[in-house]
């Protein structure tokens, strides 16, 4: 017995835009399933799979996404003018950066490898 991990299950109130936002974003193609369902095709991992939902989002994240960037402040510089914004979950003065994608879902931007 085992388990294959094949989708991470995004919830949005506009699934179409915020995975519009994200595959902009991220450079990976979007497409609709045979239930209507928005994907986006991670090149090395599983899919990003957006799901409808009524409300909106109302506490931070219980699970958080982690990107490191060639370089980290032209990275932030570019997903603020894609329509992220600062997040602040209590980091206090780290190395990584938090914002939240248009729907309020935070994630890290860490140091670039150096």
């Known amino acids: 017995m085992g388990l294959t991990f094949t989708a991470l299950c995004i919830d949005a109130r506009d699934v179409r835009g915020l995975a519009q936002w994200w595959s902009t974003a991220l450079g990976w ?5 045979d239930d209507g369902d928005v994907l986006l095709r ?50 206090g003065d780290e190395t990584w950066v938090v914002l939240a994608d248009p729907e309020g879902n935070e994630f890290c931007v860490l140091a670039a490898k150096g």
């Open 42 to 91: 991670a090149p090395a991992g599983p899919d990003w799979l957006f799901l409808g939902v009524p409300e909106e989002k109302t506490v931070k994240n219980r699970l958080h996404l982690d990107f490191r960037p060639d370089d980290q402040q032209a990275e932030v510089d570019r997903l603020l003018a894609l329509g992220a914004r600062h997040a602040d979950v209590g980091q």
């Open 29 to 33: 193609p979007l497409e609709t399933d």
